[in-house]
């Protein structure tokens, strides 16, 4: 990604005697010494464990205008399916769920795919699965890049609607066509789901959000249907936890976020977890896991080689560095949300 020389040039740093920091422009200084706003009431999710050693945070909201029509054309469309099937990511299976999304659909059969799952931990994976089964929804683990478990879909499809097939062909309907919405947030395996699903690319698929714009119909295989719908997220995230999640993931925008702020964030849950894989990729040692989490940052750059004129740590690079392979699983499989 390109960086910006003046920006380095214009970053002061920021540091606080045994505290993590990250640089802060001088709006950002301003908007630090704004009153508190009061704390919003978090999410009921067990998180393991929630980011919270770091002095700063930023408030992270992403909601495009498009995603108003799309919230509104969903609800229309509603009417032409027979179920709904929600993509949700394995890592975050709270956080990646959309509250509009469930309230709209809640009066059709659904099916949730929790997308990533090579990337999340098998074993709470496993208990998403059983916790989601007891809000009468059938959760299936997949992995559309590899299409593991894609070829469960269709089976728990025609297996949900058992019954409304049977009322069809009652009716005198011979061998109805069932529909299905696909539905999510963005950036959360919808295209690439269509295509690994209907053996062709035809969905356009990208690794960023935002990419689908339009309600798309594919044929998934005789007898079903598909409705593909853009991502859409929610205008105000209740807990800024969630928001965080979202923006490790790639949920979210990078250009909308301070990467390095966001990179120290995630480092504060990274050290807490301690995984082999993080550890072993950046050199670090149980030392080095004991500082504020922005001079570890500089260490991962130092270790990487990442210096900028004067022998200083490229903070910046390492930040994007990091995000990119804590994206890629380069880091372990972590999920960072669990059942209650």
């Known amino acids: 990604m390109k960086k910006t020389s003046n920006k380095r040039k214009n970053t002061q740093q920021t540091r606080r005697g045994g505290r993590s920091g990250a640089r802060m422009n001088q709006n950002q200084k301003a908007r630090s010494a704004k009153p508190m706003q009061p704390k919003p009431k978090p999410v009921k999710v067990k998180k393991a464990p929630a980011p919270t050693s770091s002095e700063h945070t930023q408030v992270i909201q992403w909601y495009p205008g498009h995603m108003t029509k ?31 999304i469930a309230h709209l659909t809640s ?73 299905v919405m696909i539905v999510g947030i963005p950036n959360v395996g919808k295209s690439t789901f269509i295509n690994r699903i209907s053996k062709k690319t035809k969905a356009v698929s990208a690794d960023r959000p935002g990419v689908t714009r339009g309600n798309q119909w594919f044929t998934v295989s005789k007898g079903f249907e598909m409705l593909d719908t853009p991502g859409v997220l929610w205008p105000k995230f209740d807990d ?34 301690n995984t082999s894989e993080f550890t072993e990729r950046y050199k670090l040692s149980e030392e080095d896991l004991s500082v504020p989490s922005y001079e570890l940052l500089e260490k991962i750059a130092r270790n990487r080689g990442m210096l900028i004129s004067g022998g200083e740590a490229d903070t910046e690079r390492a930040a994007y560095t990091l995000l990119d392979e804590f994206r890629a699983a380069k880091l372990g499989r972590i999920t960072l949300e669990l059942p209650q």
């Open 240 to 273: 800024q936890t969630v928001g965080e999640h979202l923006a490790f993931t790639g949920a979210i925008k990078s250009e909308v976020m301070d990467t390095e702020l966001l990179a120290v964030r995630l480092l504060d849950l990274l050290k807490e977890l």
């Open 70 to 100: 799309t919230k509104r054309r969903i609800e229309k469309d509603l009417k032409l399916v027979d179920a709904v099937a929600e993509i949700i990511d394995a890592r975050i299976p709270i956080s990646s769920r959309n509250p509009d």
């Open 107 to 179: 009066g059709k059969p659904r099916i949730v795919l929790l997308n990533k799952c090579d990337m999340a931990d098998s074993r709470a994976t496993a208990k998403w699965v059983s916790y989601l089964s007891r809000e009468n929804v059938r959760a299936i683990p997949v992995d559309c890049k590899s299409g593991r478990g894609v070829d469960k879909f269709v089976p728990v499809l025609t297996e949900l609607l058992t019954d409304r097939i049977e009322s069809y062909k009652a009716k005198g309907m011979v061998n109805p066509s069932m529909r």
